[in-house]
């Protein structure tokens, strides 16, 4: 089905959906099963309670779908060189579309999918992180996001956010989330996806010129030789926080960070993905320690400038802040559009993008009320989710 002629929100709800919905016994996700797989999920937030969910995806399908996504992300590189034109003739018309937070609010992933147009092989979806916690419908979100990935590998991309972790996904409310969904199941569903978000890669580079990444930059770690190892062979990673001491890293030190952690460091020698996932643009210069969020750093225009003059790129598109984070950050642009420019430099743009319209929808706390999202739910500003809060490439 194109996406011209893919049906309304309100058509897909209105009639029963395919349940339950089981693995294919090729182990072969086609289009016909996302459809299907899309409108079981849309119609079940609508009208089923959470723990209903399992009757709409029995767990034997989540676990399959999951661990088929997780194989695929775990053999991706820390940072992806996704090239939109391979397999196309020269001339030929293909689009790139970057999302940045979703944070479980499914309604507006599908009407993005509608509006931006579905992934296909001419045009390549990057995912820059956060599709769990605060929304109501994180489980649900990274599914369909999963199963998309599954099925188009190399149009469809996810790179990991601050939330894909264990710390954030036990306050914020994902884990929590899954335990009311599958009940007695839970913790195994939990275990599976914090498996995933360990295999999400961190970054892309895009046609050779657009860096993408959930946080942003992030510092080199150098090798110094360690007290500890006095006598011996070998040489010891230490890191300083100090700002006189910070200097900023290169994709070579991304391409070797061990990513496969449930909760990025902030000490010690692995500290390039929290870099990555927390890190801050900043309008002073220079690199410097993220003392507010106690984990990344804090990066200025000519860090934006040296980093894209180093690789001839000529954009940074990040995600991590939303419109409630700017309202604090009186240095730096509101993000009421979905996106903004927060360095203009010679070398080109860095942009933060947020693609969660009316964030948070239901509550700032850790989870949601059930009866307060049906209530709300015919409230939902559909339209609000605009071209603004997509990139398109």
Not at 33 to 56: M, Y
Not at 138 to 144: A, V, Y
């Amino acid at each position: 089905m194109s996406p011209e002629n893919s049906p309304p929100a309100a058509e897909s709800v209105s009639s029963h959906p395919k349940i339950p919905i089981s693995w294919p016994p090729d182990g072969s996700l086609t289009r016909e099963w996302i459809d299907d797989l899309t409108a079981a999920l849309e119609w079940s937030s609508r009208n089923l309670h959470p723990s209903e969910l399992p009757n709409v995806l029995p767990f034997d399908a989540l676990h399959r779908l999951v661990l088929t996504a997780s194989n695929i992300l775990h053999q991706e590189p820390n940072c992806i060189q996704i090239n939109p034109f391979a397999g196309h003739e020269v001339g030929s018309e293909v689009r790139v579309v970057v999302v940045g937070d979703v944070h479980g609010q499914l309604h507006d992933v599908l009407f993005l999918l509608r509006d931006a147009g579905f992934p296909s092989e001419n045009c390549t979806f990057v995912f820059n992180g956060d599709y769990v916690d605060r929304g109501a419908w994180g489980l649900e979100t990274f599914l369909l996001l999963l199963a998309w990935k599954v099925f188009l590998p190399n149009r469809v991309f996810l790179l990991r956010g601050n939330h894909e972790s264990k710390y954030c996904t036990s306050v914020y409310g994902f884990e929590k989330e899954v335990m009311t969904k599958f009940g007695n199941q839970g913790q195994q569903v939990y275990r599976k996806c914090l498996r995933c978000f360990e295999g999400l890669p961190l970054a892309t580079i895009i046609a050779n010129c657009v860096y993408t990444a959930h946080g942003g930059l992030f510092r080199t770690v150098p090798v110094i030789p360690s007290k500890r190892l006095k006598g011996k062979k070998g040489r010891k990673m230490k890191s300083s926080t100090g700002s006189s001491s910070l200097k900023l890293g290169s994709l070579e030190e991304l391409s070797r960070a061990r990513r496969t952690v449930l909760d990025p460091p902030w000490e010690g020698s692995n500290l390039i993905p929290g870099d990555v996932l927390w890190s801050d643009p900043s309008s002073s210069m220079g690199l410097s320690p993220n003392e507010e969020r106690g984990i990344g750093l804090l990066w200025g225009p000519d860090c934006s400038e040296n980093f894209l003059s180093k690789y001839q790129l000529k954009l940074i598109i990040r995600s991590h802040e939303g419109p409630d984070a700017r309202d604090k950050r009186h240095d730096m642009k509101g993000i009421q559009d979905g996106y903004t420019i927060d360095h203009e430099v010679d070398s080109g743009k860095l942009i933060t993008l947020f693609s969660a319209p009316d964030y948070p929808q239901f509550q700032v706390n850790a989870y949601y009320d059930f009866k307060e999202v049906i209530d709300s739910d015919e409230e939902l500003d559909l339209e609000s989710m605009d071209h603004s809060s997509v990139a398109s490439i």
